[in-house]
C-alpha cells in the first residue's frame, strides 16, 4: 500500500506508526524527567509518564486497527453476490425452488432407483459347490 493511499494524509505508513509509538513516549518520559528534576521526586514520573504514555499509545493502535478492519470487512460482505452458496446459504434447502430435478420431499413418492441398481439381484446355484448366491448382471 503505497503512502497516503486510503487517508490521504500518510498516516497508514508502517514507519510512521513505528515512530509515533516510540516517539510519543519518549516525549512523555522527557516531560515526566523534567517534572523530577524539579520536584526532586527521582526516575518515577518519568518511568511512570513514558509506561502509560505508550499503553495509551498501543491501545489507540488497536483500536485503530479494529475499526479499519471492520469496515473493511463490511466492505467485503457488501461486494458479495446476492445468490450465496454453501454455508452463506440464505435459501433452505427444502424449498423446492433448490431442490434438483425429479428430486421430491414428499413421503408418498418414491424416487427411482440410481442406474447401477436398476435391475435387481437374480439368484444363481453354483452346480460345484451345491449353494445358491446373490449375483448383480455387470453393466
Known sequence: MSRGA??????EDGLAKAIEIVVTPAIFAAAGFGLDQWWGTGPWLAFSFGTVAFVVKLLVEWYRYA????????EIAASRPTERRGIDRTIRLDEPASLPTGISL???NDAPAPCDM?????????????????ARPHS
Do not use: C, K, N
Open 6 to 11: 486510503v487517508g490521504g494524509t500518510g498516516s
Open 118 to 134: 436398476a435391475e435387481p439381484a437374480q439368484p444363481i446355484s453354483s452346480s460345484l459347490t451345491g449353494r445358491s448366491a446373490m
Open 67 to 74: 475499526e479499519r478492519m471492520q469496515v473493511h470487512e463490511e
Open 106 to 108: 414428499d413421503s408418498g
